[in-house]
């Protein structure tokens, strides 16, 4: 266990941003076998073999044709982006005449107090001209650059009771001093070996560079910057790995950027990927057009999303029968209004597939009185509806920073999405399944 916690923490100290995480994944799937394909070329798919699209650079799908027949699609979930703060595209500002810092907004909702007094670095994309055509770059200086520094107790006496931040005062990270403006362009063209003239455009974030830790008496805990939600990014994508061969439907692993921001992009979950990769499927695979709402309505979606583990510290905020624990198993998360997927149909299958799996399970519902949050299952079906639930890991501090969850939870996610992939879940015609 302890092993894939440590492969884990080395993904994310090289996933700064969602870019470099899916181009991490990307070149995962691709050493294993999957054919990289174009959405802006036609398709041309052979069953039996395995294949991955990109959008964006931050959003990624890979799926795998079985050998014979098949009718439906058995897709596994997650989102690849984290809070954080990005720098606005005329970053560079003077503060003070003396200081030079940077000019960022706030990307989703972190928790904006563990962003102070730690090591930072930049990370993200970069537009180039590189000659006759325009060409990205993914970027990371892999080195501490900026600080956010917290006022001192001594000028604000009420600071442990409690602070307001204006993110467009207090979030201004620290690069150095007045008379360097004009450097980070400089470093930028440097690190990526062009001309600064040459530098077109960029999307940069600041990031987290606190190495992650495996702790705890027996080393049962983790932290690190991000696992929500490369967590689940990460064990999906092994888990597809661990099956060579799909049998009796597609599996499909979707990884989507934007989710903490509401997901209406183009790489998204509430966009079209996942459709017109579906129907790129079908009609790259010349099903005819009367099987094609059959295929999609008798498949199955796992959302893949981390869960809220009881706080040591305030069980009082949670569901007394319904919270989970961290290395407890995977969640299954449900929520009356539908913030959720799950129901019982969704739920009974996966619980099925967990127990003949031998991977433990347990049930996550917010208290009543206090709002929970969405995720992807509901956003995707507004575009390929099917059946769907929503799992995740359970982990402590979700949106801070630097975040914490359970080492053997990580074996139980993969243990469970493989054997889901493994799995043909067979509708029958009144409504019933089988699993094979």
Known sequence: MKPQAEDFLSFVSQSPTAFHAVDLLRRRLVESG???????MPWHLLPGHSYVVTRNQSSLIAFRIPADTFT?????????????????????TGQGGVYLSLNTEVYGGPILSTWFDRPLGIAGRVMVMDGDHLTTRLLD????????????IHFNRDVNNGVALNPQVDLLPLI?????????????????????????????YVYNRTPGSIWGLSGQYFSCPRIDNL?????????????????????????FDNEEVGSLTRQGADS????????????????PEIRRRAILSSSFNVSADNAHALHPNHP???????????????????????????DAMSSGIF????????????????????????????????????????????QLAMHSSYETAGVSDLSHAVRALTSFFRTDIRMRSDGSFTLA
């Open 316 to 342: 009082e905020k949670y569901d007394t029968g319904n919270r989970v624990l961290m290395n407890g198993g995977v969640v299954i998360k449900s929520n009356a209004r539908q913030k959720y997927t799950t």
């Open 351 to 394: 619980t099925e597939i967990c127990r003949r799996a031998e991977v433990p399970f347990q049930f996550f519902a917010n208290r009543s009185d206090i709002p929970g949050g969405s995720t992807l299952g509901n956003l995707s079906n507004r575009h390929v509806s099917m059946n769907s639930l929503d799992i995740g890991l359970a």
């Open 72 to 92: 439906h699609f058995q897709l596994v979930s997650s989102h690849s982006d984290s809070p954080m703060l990005k720098l606005k595209p005329c970053a560079e």
């Open 272 to 287: 079209t990927f996942l459709h017109d990769t579906l129907s790129g499927i079908l009609s790259a695979l010349e099903v």
């Open 176 to 204: 150095g001093e007045s008379e360097e403006k004009g450097a980070l362009l400089q470093e930028t063209a440097a690190s990526l070996d062009c001309k600064a003239e040459d530098i077109l455009s960029s999307d940069l």
């Open 231 to 255: 967590e689940c990014a990460y064990a999906s994508t092994l888990a597809f790995l661990e099956i060579p061969e799909s049998r009796g439907h597609i599996d499909v692993l979707a990884v």
């Open 141 to 152: 200086f892999q080195r501490d650059m900026v600080l956010i520094p917290s006022m001192p």
């Open 34 to 40: 999957c054919t990289e394909l174009q959405e802006c």
